[in-house]
């Protein structure tokens, strides 16, 4: 009898059990799909920044690790190469033409060849790189402080996003971009960067120049930076998301 | 069933006759309650759980179910932990992959401090997929790193808003040091509350109205213990929180580190959800159950033992 009873009972909880998670993840999928629900998990990503940017000091520094410290192979994911002709004509002439362009909404728009950039102070850093997929790799980068451009530029009161054009698609045309707050160009460890580990960039890493923003995920550090374009506004660039990566479902604020 | 019948009816009788019994009040409980003195077992009415307990106990079901699914999702996008601040691939303490050997055959292959298993089915390869854990061990169950970290960062501070109210609840009310917090004579017992667990044999009668020591200790370590362990190794992962709070860094041993900490407090939690059914089952289910929907628990106490 009681035994009976005992093995009824949990082949009844085992019935539970498994249709509870059947139900708990088919449900999650559901929900996934759901026009609702991505829209309010998408909120999180506020609370986040608006906590966070509450928390960390305006202009505190991202750890710098000593040369011991670097990754002895630093990982390059995403675009390896652009492999458009454009971009190989330039790796063919040692990116002697290339020129960073910034525009949008500035005071004076101006343009810098790779040889005036470097003719700028520079800023050196050995940080930590840390990938939305979960690894972290530390190299050493050297650049221009993003900060310098800006003074020469000089933003408009109203330019609140600073968009980073680059020079490589994905294999179905997209233009790879990223964006951030025009106040964290102002962030001293805010660089575009032309040497890793006192090399000049290579083109898996980004060559000739990539963002450095050190406070957040590897898939804001944007290679192949052709062109800086302030904005008021994300809309209207690229999937209007304000990154090639924002607009396949990741968060614009990417400080975890 | 016909035996669960039975006491329930009990319960109502005793019910209408029977002083409400404070919540908590562990030392008091024999004094107020009257066991009567028969040969048949006498039931007590006991109101174990508070409101507020029972509602962050239940939201902690759905939050953390979707926080350790999500979790393995992300954790799928790069499936091998570390120790330090870098994640250097031939330092790994932990991989999980997929392997084809010269036949073609896929295995999935875990390897933990360079010991290697066999895990295909389950880790490294299931139902076709290369992946870490399987598709019905995730949120989504399709591989997808975007949507796993929307659902995993949302309810992470749901998590955390719950949990901080209830701390604020459980140390205002006295729940925390009254009911979790063992007592050096708790602490005394503990070797003989090992075996009677190990033996499968649960208290009974007024043993059974307050939690027991290893019940104790269980309850305080997760609360206490692996849940604000997780949520600061979690924000440890943060690089904007590392910049904010670089001691985080420095007490995990760095950010690898603290990835392989989350990990493991992940699977503390597991541990500890499985061992909790399992006793809620074991000790009388639908009184555990019942005691945590409405506070109300049953406790038996042998009908010709009585204490008055």
Known sequence: MKSERAMERRRFLKGTLGAASLVALSGCDNLTQSSWLPSILSKAARWTETVQRAVTPKDALAKEYGEADISKIFPANGNTDPGTEQYAGHVAQNF???????????????????????????????????????????????????????????????????????????????AYYESIAVADCYHPQTILAYELNSSPLDVPHGAPLRLRFER??????????????????????????????EDQGYEWYAGI | ?????????????????????????????????????????????????RLPVRISHWLNVPFLIILIMSGLQIFNAHPALYWGDRSDRDQALLTIKPVQSESGEVKGITTVLDHQFDTTGVLGYSDGMRRA?????????????????????????LFVINGLIFTAYAFASRHATRDLAPTGKDLRGIGKSLRD????????????????????????C?????????????????PTIDTAFPWLLTIFGGRQAARTIHFVACSSFVGFIVIHVLQVILTGFFNNIRSMVTGWFVVQHKGVHHEV
């Open chain 1, 96 to 174: 002697s033409e290339w020129m960073l362009e910034v525009v949008g909404l500035v005071q004076t728009p101006r343009s810098w060849s790779l040889a005036a950039l470097k003719e700028l102070p520079s800023r050196t850093q050995i940080t930590r790189h840390d990938c939305v997929e979960g690894w972290s790799a530390i190299g050493k980068w050297t650049g221009v402080p993003v900060s310098d451009l800006m003074h020469h530029v000089e933003p408009l009161p109203n330019a609140r996003y600073a968009v980073f054009h680059c020079a490589d698609v994905d294999d179905e045309g997209l």
């Open chain 1, 216 to 245: 957040q995920l590897g898939y804001k550090q944007a290679k192949y930076v052709m062109k800086i374009e302030l904005v008021e506004s994300l809309a209207g660039i690229g999937g209007g998301k304000g990154g090639y990566w």
């Open chain 2, 1 to 49: 069933m016909a035996l669960l019948i039975q006491s329930e009816e009990v319960i109502s009788r005793e019910g209408d006759q029977m002083p409400i019994v404070e919540p908590s009040a562990s030392e008091t409980l024999s004094t107020v309650s009257t066991p009567m003195v028969s040969s048949s077992p006498v039931i007590e009415r006991v109101y174990r759980h």
């Open chain 2, 133 to 157: 854990f399987p598709a019905w061990a995730t949120i989504p169950s399709a591989k997808w790193l975007a949507m796993g970290r929307q659902w995993h960062l949302f309810f992470a501070w």
């Open chain 2, 197 to 220: 667990h190990l033996l499968l044999r649960h208290p009974s009668g007024k043993e059974a109205k307050r939690y027991n020591v290893l019940q104790k200790l269980a309850y305080a």
């Open chain 2, 222 to 238: 997760i609360l206490f213990g692996m849940a604000p362990l997780i949520v600061l190794t979690g924000l440890a992962m943060s």
